[in-house]
């Protein structure tokens, strides 16, 4: 059982397809394919059934997955370990970066990082909150910047670095726009358009009417806060959004209850040991809180 072919195995599992993984791993399916069958031969078992295009995990498969991650993390932990007592500020970062944090938060940081680290080669993924973290949990990148998750999981470990505070809003011509006092009772009975019911954000919103026995009607969702201001600002609901991005088509309304607090900051695994390279990262973040 060597590293490759662990590699392959989760990556096919985490593709399901194992032209896929080919890709991603810049092999030949033929390679893939051997280095399964090698597997499957040193634990003498099947690890996956082929059903037409369809690749599924066989039970020996699901348990052996969750250690095939452990072995993969160890074995990256241990080459940052070692590279870490070089002192150098250099190799592979993979970052996931949520799209508000992306274009409203982290471009000083990225320009100050890039400039001042030009030997690492930066690997930066825009995606949900939600789906960098688990990205963090499966041992798949070193560091997320997202929308912090309202639940704390043991193996995180999670700093906030900037508080969006969220403003509930309306378009120009909406009914609630000319109101001058509002309860979240009142809002409760109009369209909503909020992040999908997932989302660490609408967690947020729901726990808010939750705390005066309401619910939100939400008639649309969608992740991307963009086409949400859009959304709201042709008159198709009310939403929440971050101060920093209400322009003059919007109108704050004058709720009798606090604005949303939302946390953004970093995350990574408790048991990865972090590249050097990381580590600045993390840096310029505590610079950019303080």
């Known amino acids: ?10 990556t096919v599992t985490d593709c399901q ?50 250690k095939a991650r452990e ?35 982290l471009p000083p940081v990225l320009k100050h990082y890039v400039a001042k680290f030009p030997d690492v080669e930066l690997d930066l993924r825009f995606d949900e909150s939600e789906l960098a973290y688990d990205s963090v949990l499966r041992g798949d990148i070193e560091l997320a910047l997202i929308t912090l998750a309202p639940e704390h999981d043991a193996r995180i470990i999670s700093q906030v670095i900037w508080q969006d505070r969220l403003f509930y809003v309306v378009s120009q011509q909406h009914p609630l726009a000319k109101e001058t006092r509002l309860t979240l009772a009142k809002l409760s ?68 209850v606090e604005p949303v607090e939302r946390p953004l900051g970093y995350i990574y695994h408790r048991n990865r040991t972090l590249s050097n390279a990381a580590l600045e990262m993390i840096q310029l973040l505590e610079q950019a809180r303080s």
């Open 189 to 256: 009975q109009y369209p909503a358009i909020l992040p999908r019911s997932h989302t660490f954000t609408h967690q947020l919103v729901l726990k808010q009417f939750s705390e005066h026995s309401l619910e939100p009607s939400v008639h649309m969702s969608t992740n991307y806060l963009d086409t949400l201001r859009m959304m709201v600002s042709i008159g198709l609901g009310w939403s929440l959004l971050p101060e920093t991005m209400i322009d003059d088509s919007l109108v704050r309304l004058p709720l009798d």
């Open 17 to 66: 397809s194992f032209s896929e993984a080919a890709d991603r791993l810049f092999l030949t399916q033929s390679a893939i394919s051997k280095r399964i069958a090698l597997l499957e031969s040193q634990l003498n078992c099947r690890l996956f059934d082929r059903i037409g295009r369809h690749v599924m995990l066989t039970d020996a498969g699901r348990h052996l997955l969750p």
């Open 1 to 10: 059982m060597d590293n490759a072919s662990l590699t392959a195995f989760v």
């Open 71 to 105: 072995i993969l993390l160890a074995i990256k932990d241990a080459e940052r370990l070692v590279s870490n007592l070089r002192g150098s500020v250099n190799g592979r970062l993979c970052v996931a970066a949520s799209h508000h944090i992306s274009l409203h938060r």
